[in-house]
C-alpha cells in the first residue's frame, strides 16, 4: 500500500490563518507585528526566499520591514542596522538571511541580534534555552517538522527516530526537541562519518532526511512502515523544465513511497512549513511585548 502524501503545504495553510488572526487580535491593541528582513547581496537563492518571506507576512497581516544592502556593504556597517533593528519598538522580529557575503563574519552578527528578535531561534541564549527546556524560540524549520507529526498524529512516545544530518539549523536542535518528555523518542544521528548509514536508516520508526544530497536514502534503507520527512531541497539538471533543473529531495520519493506509511513531498512537504513558523514566530514576538 502506497505511503501518506503528507500536504505540507495545506498545512503551513493552516498555521498562517492562525498566525493572521493572532495579528488580528494585537491589531485591536494598537501592535502590528513587524519583521526585519536583511538581505546582504544579490545571492538568486536568497532573494527568492525572502520574497517568499515577505509575501507570507504582508498576507498574514503583518509588516515585512525590507533592509535589502549590496553585497559590498561594511560589516560594521551591518551591525549599526542590527544594533538601531535592537532598539525600534515598532520591530519584533530581525532575520539575517545567510549566507552572508565572505567579508562578513555571520557567527558576529547572529550574536548581535537582540534574543528577544531572534525569531529565527539561532541566538546561542536561543539554543540554550531549548536545550533545557526554557521558552524560547525554537528553530522553524525542526519546528515545522514536529507540527506535521503532531498533525499527522504520528506517534513519536517511545519511537526511534534517525535523523540524517547534523546542521545547527536541522539535524541537532531537532535531536534535542524529540528527546524532550512531549516527544519522547529515542533519537540517532547520522552524519558524513556514519559507516553504514543504511543500518541505522533501517531501524527508524521516524526518518528524516537532512543531509543536503540528492536521493542519498534509497527505498531499500527505510524500515517498512516508517514515517519519513525529507527536509532536502537540491536542484537538478531537467532540459524538460524551463528552468534547466527540477527540485528534489533527499529522498528517491518515487521509490519510497511504497515502503513508508507517511511521506513527505519535495516540494509542497517541510519547506512551507519553515515559513509558517516563521510567521508564528514573530506574532509570538509582538505578543511578548504585551507582557512587558
Given at each position: 500500500?502506497?505511503?501518506?502524501?503528507?500536504?505540507?503545504?495545506?498545512?503551513?495553510?493552516?498555521?498562517?490563518?492562525?498566525?493572521?488572526?493572532r495579528t488580528l487580535?494585537?491589531?485591536?491593541?494598537?501592535?502590528?507585528?513587524?519583521?526585519?528582513?536583511?538581505?546582504?547581496?544579490?545571492?538568486?537563492?536568497?532573494?527568492?526566499?525572502?520574497?517568499?518571506?515577505?509575501?507570507?507576512?504582508?498576507?498574514?497581516?503583518?509588516?515585512?520591514?525590507?533592509?535589502?544592502?549590496?553585497?559590498?556593504?561594511?560589516?560594521?556597517?551591518?551591525?549599526?542596522?542590527?544594533?538601531?533593528?535592537?532598539?525600534?519598538?515598532?520591530?519584533?522580529?530581525?532575520?539575517?538571511?545567510?549566507?552572508?557575503p565572505k567579508h562578513?563574519?555571520?557567527?558576529?552578527?547572529?550574536?548581535?541580534?537582540?534574543?528577544?528578535?531572534?525569531?529565527?531561534?539561532?541566538?546561542?541564549?536561543?539554543?540554550?534555552?531549548?536545550?533545557?527546556?526554557?521558552?524560547?524560540?525554537?528553530?522553524?524549520?525542526?519546528?515545522?517538522?514536529?507540527?506535521?507529526?503532531?498533525?499527522?498524529?504520528?506517534?513519536?512516545?517511545?519511537?526511534?527516530?534517525?535523523?540524517?544530518?547534523?546542521?545547527?539549523?536541522?539535524?541537532?536542535?531537532?535531536?534535542?526537541?524529540?528527546?524532550?518528555?512531549?516527544?519522547?523518542?529515542?533519537?540517532?544521528?547520522?552524519?558524513?562519518?556514519?559507516?553504514?548509514?543504511?543500518?541505522?536508516?533501517?531501524?527508524?520508526?521516524?526518518?528524516?532526511?537532512?543531509?543536503?544530497?540528492?536521493?542519498?536514502?534509497?527505498?531499500?534503507?527505510?524500515?517498512?512502515?516508517?514515517?519519513?520527512?525529507?527536509?532536502g531541497v537540491n536542484?537538478?539538471?531537467?532540459?524538460?523544465?524551463?528552468?534547466?533543473?527540477?527540485?528534489?529531495?533527499?529522498?528517491?520519493?518515487?521509490?519510497?513511497?511504497?515502503?513508508?506509511?507517511?511521506?513527505?513531498?519535495?516540494?509542497?512537504?517541510?519547506?512551507?512549513?519553515?515559513?509558517?513558523?516563521?510567521?508564528?514566530?514573530?506574532?509570538?514576538?509582538?505578543?511578548?511585548?504585551?507582557?512587558?
Amino acid at each position: 500500500m502506497a505511503a501518506t502524501i503528507i500536504d505540507g503545504f495545506a498545512i503551513a495553510q493552516e498555521v498562517r490563518a492562525d498566525a493572521a488572526n493572532r495579528t488580528l487580535k494585537l491589531a485591536a491593541q494598537g501592535i502590528q507585528p513587524c519583521l526585519a528582513v536583511v538581505l546582504v547581496g544579490t545571492d538568486p537563492a536568497s532573494i527568492s526566499y525572502v520574497t517568499g518571506k515577505e509575501k507570507a507576512l504582508t498576507e498574514a497581516g503583518m509588516i515585512s520591514k525590507d533592509i535589502r544592502l549590496p553585497a559590498d556593504t561594511d560589516e560594521n556597517q551591518l551591525l549599526e542596522i542590527i544594533s538601531e533593528l535592537n532598539t525600534n519598538p515598532s520591530v519584533h522580529g530581525i532575520l539575517v538571511q545567510l549566507p552572508l557575503p565572505k567579508h562578513i563574519d555571520a557567527d558576529k552578527i547572529l550574536l548581535a541580534i537582540d534574543p528577544q528578535k531572534d525569531v529565527d531561534g539561532f541566538h546561542p541564549v536561543n539554543v540554550g534555552n531549548m536545550m533545557i527546556g526554557r521558552r524560547s524560540y525554537l528553530p522553524c524549520t525542526p519546528n515545522g517538522i514536529l507540527y506535521l507529526l503532531k498533525r499527522m498524529q504520528i506517534q513519536t512516545n517511545g519511537k526511534h527516530a534517525v535523523i540524517v544530518g547534523r546542521s545547527n539549523i536541522v539535524g541537532k536542535p531537532l535531536a534535542v526537541l524529540l528527546t524532550r518528555k512531549e516527544y519522547n523518542a529515542t533519537v540517532t544521528i547520522c552524519h558524513t562519518g556514519t559507516q553504514n548509514i543504511a543500518s541505522y536508516t533501517k531501524q527508524a520508526d521516524i526518518l528524516i532526511a537532512a543531509a543536503g544530497t540528492p536521493k542519498i536514502i534509497s527505498a531499500d534503507m527505510i524500515k517498512p512502515g516508517a514515517a519519513v520527512i525529507d527536509v532536502g531541497v537540491n536542484r537538478i539538471p531537467d532540459a524538460s523544465k524551463k528552468s534547466g533543473f527540477r527540485l528534489c529531495g533527499d529522498v528517491d520519493f518515487e521509490a519510497a513511497i511504497s515502503v513508508a506509511s507517511y511521506i513527505t513531498p519535495v516540494p509542497r512537504g517541510v519547506g512551507p512549513m519553515t515559513i509558517a513558523m516563521l510567521l508564528q514566530n514573530t506574532v509570538e514576538a509582538a505578543e511578548q511585548t504585551l507582557q512587558q
